[in-house]
């Protein structure tokens, strides 16, 4: 699959999410297979105020994989001259290309007719489309992240999809639910499949929504007729499945799970990187929910999902890791002795 000019290896997308995709999430998904990583999503507005935190989001690159600077907005004008002020960091910002945000769902974003609000105006949205698209160098993509639809009888996700095509957007990736869905129930892989359909073979379209494993990566590929994957929260505390997705996708052997030697290394990998770029204090808040998902499938996991909400210093960690090392030998040995 290609991305402009840019050739995407075998494997899974990192979804852009707010408050996950950072610098240190990027690179550490790009090193376990992510084929390209996108930023937090940041506010066209805010940047062209000179906003400070604006730019620290967009920095840290998204380590061996290709790396998208995601923008929201409503207005065509704002979001241009955002995109130029982008381009004019490159250097800096080390990104590959810039996405456009038509599907966050939530009500700050929506309520200034931005996020998936677009999808109730596929013309706006094909205007920002196009006017991002005429303010950045032809040699950079420009792609956009969508939904199917703001409502069950709001379904412009494929009206938004041709517009944003006919505007010269490179790759479109589409989340399988409504904004009024948010992120229950389960997605709609028929209605991804009618967007695939509608757009134009050359340009790609990559599915995402509720996948947590390989099988489920190859299950929505073929049942959209999508070009690619994208992976959000199944990501959460779970680096490794991007590459237990590629080995799937080039039909090899699927890597076994991590041990959970390899569990907690890459956990206090993940929380030691976050507090080295924003400080003990900043970081810690903010790992609080990646530790959390770390512990999904662990003994003891409701427990330890609430120790992980009162995590202040980094050694707090590292208690929390021997908390629940403890408690997983011990069920270890219980299961030995019921064996013997």
């Not at 999503?41 to 920095?59: C, F, N, Q």
């Not at 995402?208 to 990501?235: F, P």
Request: hydrophobic share 45%.
């Amino acid at each position: 699959m290609r991305l402009g000019q840019i050739q995407l290896h075998t494997g899974a997308a990192l979804a852009p999410m707010a408050g996950a995709t950072d610098a240190v999430m990027r690179r550490l998904c790009a090193e376990y297979g992510a084929v390209c990583t996108v930023s937090e999503m940041i506010s066209a507005k805010a940047l062209t105020m000179g906003d400070r935190k604006s730019v620290r989001l967009m920095e840290g690159g998204g380590g061996t994989a290709p790396f998208g600077v995601q923008l929201f907005g409503a207005e065509p004008e704002t979001m241009a001259e955002a995109a130029r002020i982008v381009c004019g960091m490159r250097e800096r910002l080390a990104f590959d290309f810039i996405d456009l945000n038509m599907g966050c769902p939530a009500p700050k974003i929506t309520g200034s007719g931005a996020g998936s609000a677009l999808l109730k105006d596929p013309l706006r949205a094909g205007a920002i489309a196009r006017a991002v698209r005429a303010a950045v160098p032809p040699k950079i993509p420009v792609t956009a992240k969508l939904r199917i639809g703001w409502d069950a009888d709001t379904m412009t996700g494929a009206e938004t999809a041709l517009r944003c095509a006919d505007a010269g957007i490179s790759l479109l990736t589409v989340h399988g639910r409504t904004r009024a869905e948010q992120y229950e129930p389960g997605i709609h892989a028929d209605e991804i499949a009618k967007i695939r359909a509608a757009v134009p073979k050359e340009i790609p379209v990559v599915a995402n929504g509720d996948i947590t494993d390989a099988e489920g990566a190859l299950a929505l590929r073929s049942a959209t007729g999508c070009d690619g994957v994208a992976v959000g929260r199944g990501a959460m505390g779970d680096p490794w499945l991007f590459a237990r997705i590629a080995a799937a996708m080039r039909g090899e052997p699927v890597p076994a799970p991590p041990t959970l030697a390899e569990r907690f290394r890459v956990l206090r990998r993940h929380i030691y990187e976050m507090c080295e770029e924003k400080g003990e204090f900043v970081a810690m808040q903010q790992a609080r929910s990646h530790a959390g998902w770390y512990m999904r499938g662990l003994r003891g996991a409701a427990a330890l999902r609430r120790e992980c909400c009162a995590l202040r210093y980094f050694s707090d960690l590292d208690e929390l890791i021997e908390r629940a090392r403890r408690l997983q030998k011990a069920e270890s040995g219980a299961a030995k002795t019921e064996k013997g």
